[in-house]
């Protein structure tokens, strides 16, 4: 027996010793998806043998929470992925190291930091996204606020918005723009609420989203433009989209350097390899993202990104990123399952 | 005998600073947290929690005890019954059903729920079959919300029950139910009256382990919730959504519930966590039974046992499908060796295998340590005389919900700490190990004090007596002897840990990402081929894990 596990030790020891020797590692919290991911660590890798790279894929709400409990023992070198306003809170809590890349003048102020803490990399348009099988684009809802008509009774299916960076923007603009045009702080929240008596039920990630609208369990949602487009064109999945005609919130996604990173002089490089002209046109053709740098050749990005045929809706950043924790944590008390528990679950 | 002695302290004092430092401190740390507020301490967050009318938290605390209770019942009736045919009825498969009955515990939580998702779920299986066949809407009989999770936790609970009662019932003794019999008692007099009265301890232990596993449940609320509330998802949301004090205080929350559930069983019914070990081979059809009722328990078992299967032979399933080929369809319309043949071609496809493999080992050998030095230190030494409460003081961190020992420890070892030899324990790779260590070593110190338990202190004493010391008495005769409890626990342990997933979630980092992880981020990935195949190399793997530790066994009992 002692014998045994002796043995099983030493071997599994012996196992975890004998990996590659002696690259630089570099790692990455990121929220942009393997094959993404994966595409870059490989051209990366192949410039740059001398290091490892070794990304971890998570919600970018959860990027920002990792950060925090790592605070006094920093695992990550850079933050690539996630809204500009979970980049400013980071920096405002000192998360982040400053770092002004050489393309500093190609980004439109409002889509990076004052004070050069993050710098925006792509434009994520939000969407009403739906089964194509299951509706077609006529009968589709035209605007944000078609989603509380009474034909999508139990027919939308949201992801749960607390862990995930997308639906938190898009439930606090809802309430900037209802708060907005009545004057009542409250408006924002009777929106959510008549949203909530339409939503079948909250999903807990990205993939049961997808699994169960695929699976014609609901036909609506609403979420990012570059994901639908991802997975109706490379995952065959049988999704369309709409984007909101009174025009939707536009997030700008950041990039930055996580402060205390032990490989800084490999995350810049990876940094400016990811927002180097040619990538961007890779990221924007072969992911479907949208980039912030306004240098890029109009005919090298695909003609819908270039059309632009989206209107971005008015959104106070400032005041919303004020709020978005109090306001969600609203939302999460009060205004969750309030109208489901009323209508039944179906 | 002076040596004895010392060599009794030593052990005693090192269990003790363990405890100590890695469960004391963390949730002392953990307390603190959750008395901080704006203006100081204060028990402001408890109070929001209380009162009940601002927050959810009170519903989420409802929700929790509601679902497990209900899973207790249920969990019972279903693992009971399958105990009670296995043991007390003799038929064709009877060997099959009790080796099915034990699959659903080796399933990781998160595996577990999301093969249940394409079984019941409202675009699962037998909803669309059900379709099909009746035409009645599968989003009417699907399994969602409170009724999923309570389905999923009986699915993966009942075995608890399965376990303790076909033990207990094959311990039964035969002669009683023969002079029942002879004496004129009906089939269910015997029942209530004999049988029933025996399988109180195991009833009550499963009983223990199926409330403290419901309430610490977070795949299950996780992926069935909706819009309902639990504990252990609004830890994570508050955790996520960054207060982290409230966080700590629904953590001390949700383990006090357990904890006062957990040690009432205890002191009341003084039950014992553990699997009772049988001496010779089963006694089957004890009870003699209407040849009717006989077939009814008989085709309710294979309904059981059935319905059991059915997720495993899904993750098969879907292991072989292609990509987006299953959406609308009632079963995957296309199949491929891609998903495996992709995950064999992926760059350190095997570092996850290999993390959790190596994590597992390493708590394992602390794990046998603890666990052998409490247990012997519980029933044979020191602690003797306060047997029962030393046996609750030990066994808390099993009410400890993996979240809650995952934000402890980040709140504990965040900055350097003697216990962390003097380093920073988050982000590296030794903070997964411990939490692995602490979530495990009550199981392993429970199923070896009931071996020693039935260990006779005659026997030790006779060695004493021929000049054996302590350490010969140790290795000749307490490890050969317990050698089962400990091969049983080790067992439990290592498959416990290679597909946990709860508190790894919060805690691995790039060189420790175990195999849950990756398997979540599989599917976050949409691949769920290539998540169920990895689910395959998973069971694989915990096979091979319970073949190695019969074939110890059997090397050892020739």
């Known amino acids: 027996m002692r014998r045994m596990i002796m043995l099983a030790l030493s071997a599994a020891l012996a196992a975890g010793c004998s990996r590659p020797p002696a690259k630089t590692p570099l790692i990455l919290y990121s929220p942009h998806g393997k094959e993404m991911l994966a595409e870059f660590e490989q051209q990366f890798e192949a410039s740059h043998p001398d290091v490892d ?147 079948k039920t909250y999903v807990a990630d990205p993939t049961q989203l997808y699994l169960r609208i695929a699976r014609e369990e609901a036909p609506l949602s609403v979420w990012n433009m570059p ?83 989206w209107k971005a809706m008015n959104v106070d950043w400032r005041r919303l990123q004020a709020n978005e924790r109090s306001w969600m944590q609203y939302w999460d008390d009060h205004v969750k399952g309030s109208g489901i528990s009323n209508t039944g679950a179906r | 005998m002076r040596a004895h002695r010392w060599g009794s302290w030593i052990p005693l004092v090192l269990l003790l600073i363990f405890y100590a430092g890695y469960v004391l401190y963390p949730v002392g740390v953990m307390t603190v947290e959750s008395l901080r507020s704006e203006d100081g301490f204060s028990l402001s967050h408890y109070a929001d929690i209380l009162r009940g009318d601002s927050s ?112 207990a019932l094959r311990q039964t003794d035969g002669s009683l139910v023969d002079a029942a019999a002879g004496l004129g008692a009906s089939p269910s007099r015997i029942l209530r009256l004999v049988i029933l ?12 382990l199926t409330f403290m596993a419901s309430m610490a449940s977070f795949s299950a609320p996780l992926l069935f919730a909706g819009g309902h509330r639990f504990i252990t998802l609004q830890i994570f949301t508050t955790k996520l959504n960054g207060d982290l004090p409230l966080a700590a205080a629904l953590s001390l929350l949700l383990t006090v519930v357990s904890l006062v559930f957990f040690v009432t069983l205890q002191l009341v019914s003084g039950a014992r966590i553990t699997l009772r070990r049988t001496k010779g081979t089963g006694r089957a059809g004890i009870l003699r039974v209407h040849p009717a009722v006989r077939a009814i328990l008989i085709g309710l078992s294979a309904l059981l046992i059935t319905l059991e299967a059915l997720p495993l032979v899904v993750i098969v399933i879907v292991s072989f499908a292609r990509e987006g080929s299953w959406t609308w369809q009632l079963f995957p319309s296309a199949y491929t060796l891609e998903n495996y043949t992709r995950l064999l071609g992926e760059r350190q496809i095997f570092e ?161 990402r175990p195999i849950a992880v990756e398997i979540l981020a599989q599917l976050r990935a949409y691949n769920f081929g290539s998540a169920a195949a990895y689910c395959v190399f998973l069971m694989v793997l915990i096979l091979l894990v319970v073949g190695t530790g019969q074939w110890i066994l059997r090397r050892r009992s020739p």
């Open chain 2, 197 to 208: 009265p025996g399988l109180r301890p195991a009833l009550l232990g499963a009983s223990i």
């Open chain 1, 53 to 199: 790279v070794q990304w971890l894929d998570m919600g970018s709400q959860d990027v920002y929470d990792r950060l925090r409990t790592e605070r006094d023992n920093p695992q990550a070198d850079l933050w690539w992925g996630g809204p500009m306003t979970s980049f400013e809170r980071a920096a405002s809590e000192g998360l982040l190291e400053r770092y002004i890349p050489s393309w500093d003048a190609s980004v439109p102020q409002g889509e990076k930091s004052k004070d050069g803490f993050w710098y925006g990399t792509f434009l994520t348009p939000e969407v009403i996204m739906y089964n194509n099988r299951m509706v077609t684009g006529d009968d589709a809802p035209k605007d944000w606020d078609d989603l509380l008509a009474p034909q999508w009774r139990g027919r939308i299916l949201i992801r749960y918005p607390l862990a995930s960076g997308t639906m938190r923007i898009i439930f606090c603009a809802m309430i900037e723009r209802a708060n907005a045009a009545t004057g009542d702080s409250l408006a924002g929240f009777r929106w959510l609420q008549r949203l909530d008596a339409n939503t």
């Open chain 1, 227 to 309: 994901d639908v487009e991802m997975q109706a064109n490379k995952s065959y999945q049988p999704f369309s989209y709409v984007v909101p005609a009174s025009g939707t919130p536009v997030i700008t996604e950041g990039i930055a350097i996580v402060k205390g990173s032990l490989h800084a002089a490999q995350a810049k490089a990876f940094y400016e390899f990811v927002t180097s002209k040619q990538s961007m046109i890779q990221e924007a053709n072969d992911f479907y993202r949208i980039p912030t740098r306004t240098d890029l050749p109009g005919s090298s990005l695909p003609a819908w990104m270039t059309a632009r045929k």
């Open chain 2, 352 to 512: 996850p295998v290999l993390n959790s493999s190596l994590m597992g080992l390493i708590a394992l050998a602390v794990v046998l340590l603890v666990g052998v030095a409490g247990a012997l230190l519980v029933t044979k030494g020191t602690l003797r005389k306060g047997r029962i409460l030393w046996d609750v003081v030990f066994t808390l961190p099993y009410a400890i919900p993996g979240t809650v020992l995952a934000i402890a420890l980040i709140l504990a070892f965040n900055h350097p700490t003697p216990f962390s030899g003097f380093r920073v324990l988050v982000g590296t790779f030794w903070i997964l190990p411990l939490a692995y260590v602490l979530r495990t070593y009550p199981l392993m110190m429970r199923s070896t004090a009931a071996a020693l338990e039935q260990l006779d202190d005659g026997i030790l004493e006779a060695a004493s007596s021929f000049g054996a010391g302590p350490w010969m008495r140790f290795r000749r005769i307490i490890i050969p002897l317990i050698l089962p409890g400990l091969v049983a626990g080790g067992v439990l342990t290592l498959i416990t840990l290679l597909g946990e997933f709860v508190s790894s979630v919060l805690l691995y980092t790039y060189a420790s």
């Open chain 2, 56 to 167: 959810g938290n009170l519903e989420a605390a409802v929700n929790s005890v509601y679902v497990s209770v209900l899973s207790v019942v249920l969990g019972g009736l279903v693992g009971g019954a399958l105990a009670f045919c296995v043991t007390q009825l003799n038929f064709p498969f009877r060997r099959l059903v009790s080796l099915l009955a034990v699959v659903p515990v080796a399933l990781p939580p998160l595996v577990g729920v999301i093969a249940f998702l394409f079984v019941f779920g409202e675009s699962g299986i037998l909803p669309r079959l059900l379709q099909a066949g009746t035409g009645i809407p599968s989003s009417r009989v699907a399994l969602d919300g409170i009724p999923a999770i309570v389905a999923v936790h009986v699915y993966s609970f009942n075995t608890y029950f399965f376990l303790f009662v076909s033990a």
